[in-house]
């Protein structure tokens, strides 16, 4: 999300007549897109202002903040930038940069992004969330969810296959509740539903969906579609049911494994992918063995793990963080094993099988591509063939839990 963010924020700087740096020492304006999910990566922000000051004292820049911040955080760091703003106030930031006040009347959403990749795009449906997941800052620092137009996504989406684009990424907090804030239901579906109609070569994925709001005629709807891979993050977050209710996430474990069992009913080749916390206050052995059981009993294709960390403001940061460290350590250890141990299997049952995948890095001798499912393969080519962007055949020569590596058909 902050990755699409900046995409549109770059626009508001480019139309002020500026352009990007990747160097700071050159840079006059200085804009950092923060992220509150964890503490850690604001933590990286009070590590970088020592530098900047150092580079203040030596030429004339301006520290510029936006994204996903905390009260407690913005009062400590609007000491410290010279202009803060919330990410959708673009106006604020074109009025920083002395542009005029008409420019003003462009939204947030109507910026054209300066995409930074050839063939890969974020598009945003969404912007903030109703849910107050009892550990998550989101709808403190982006507010209540706000729906894009149908239509304005779907130009979006229309204009960036038309440019060849292969893969885009459609971006919510909760895209299972996109357009209920616009009094229409099951919108969500309607809108891939139209977005697969569009004629091209490409791929679109979604994220993120919320296990209470997964509705019947989605999952109906998904094997049906050409251009999304049958791919679905369904973050669990946690296996008991005492956790998931402490996280107010209003599922329980026999309603996420019946989802489960549903969608792979209606879709048996689906790659399934997840979100997991560990050491969530009040987590107990018992706890934790119920969520290791249901990794082990859905084997997932791809687990991103976190160990608990309170964000100020949030509910849960209200009680008492009662984890030690090492035993957050030890459950992320864990899981991870649970995780390599199904990927070595999964991934070694596709040696010798032909599939198509998006290049999407070149690196001394070797390309690196996406599968569908969206697994790594690395394919050795000397030639260093031009191949970047592209969808290339190839067959699976080989695996482990983490990579596949493949030859070009
Ligand atoms: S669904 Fe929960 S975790 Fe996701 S953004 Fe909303 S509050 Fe945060």
């Not at 893969?167 to 229409?184: A, F, H, M, P, R």
Request: hydrophobic share 35%; aromatic share 10%; with cysteine.
């Amino acid at each position: 999300m902050n990755y699409s963010d900046a995409e549109r924020i770059i626009t508001v700087f480019n139309n002020a007549g500026l352009s990007q740096t990747d160097q700071e020492r050159d840079a006059d304006y200085i804009i950092t897109i923060a992220c509150s999910v964890r503490q850690t990566a604001i933590d990286r922000i009070f590590g970088k202002i020592k530098d900047w000051n150092k580079l203040k004292g030596q030429k004339k820049v301006s520290l510029i903040l936006t994204g996903c911040v905390l009260e407690k955080d913005r009062q400590k760091l609007s000491k410290i930038f010279d202009l803060v703003f919330n990410i959708q106030d673009t106006a604020k930031l074109q009025e920083y940069l002395g542009e005029k006040k008409d420019s003003e009347k462009t939204p947030f959403f109507s910026l054209t992004p300066k995409y930074q990749s050839k063939f890969r795009a974020y598009v945003p449906i969404s912007f903030g969330c109703n849910n107050f997941c009892s550990y998550c800052a989101v709808p403190y620092t982006r507010g209540p969810e706000k729906s894009r137009s149908e239509k304005e996504v779907i130009e979006e989406v229309k204009k960036l296959i038309d440019s060849r684009y292969k893969e885009i990424t459609l971006l919510g907090q909760n895209v299972n509740s996109y357009g209920n804030d616009l009094g229409k239901k099951d919108s969500f579906t309607r809108l891939i539903s139209k977005i697969d109609k569009i004629p091209g070569n490409y791929r679109v994925y979604f994220y993120s969906n919320h296990p209470k709001d997964i509705s019947n005629n989605l999952i109906n709807v998904l094997p049906k579609l050409k251009h999304f891979p049958p791919y679905l993050h369904l973050p669990l977050q946690s296996g008991s049911d005492k956790i998931i209710s402490a996280m107010n996430r209003h599922y329980t474990q026999t309603q996420y494994l019946n989802l489960v069992k549903k969608i792979k009913k209606k879709v048996p080749n689906i790659t399934l992918t997840t979100d997991i916390i560990v050491g969530f206050p009040g987590e107990t052995d018992e706890d934790f063995r119920e969520t290791k059981k249901l990794m082990e009993l859905i084997g997932f294709s791809m687990a991103f793990i976190a160990q608990y960390s309170p964000r100020p403001q949030t509910i849960s940061a209200k009680v008492s963080d009662n984890v030690p460290k090492t035993e957050k350590e030890k459950r992320f250890q864990m899981l991870t094993k649970v995780l390599a141990k199904n990927l070595e299997k999964e991934n070694a049952r596709l040696v010798n099988k032909k599939m198509e995948v998006l290049i999407d890095e070149v690196k001394k001798e070797n390309l690196y591509g996406r599968t569908g499912s969206y697994k790594v393969v690395e394919i050795p080519d000397n030639q260093q063939a031009n191949f970047l962007g592209q969808f290339v055949e190839i067959e699976i020569t080989g695996s482990n839990a983490w990579k596949l590596s493949g030859k070009i058909l």
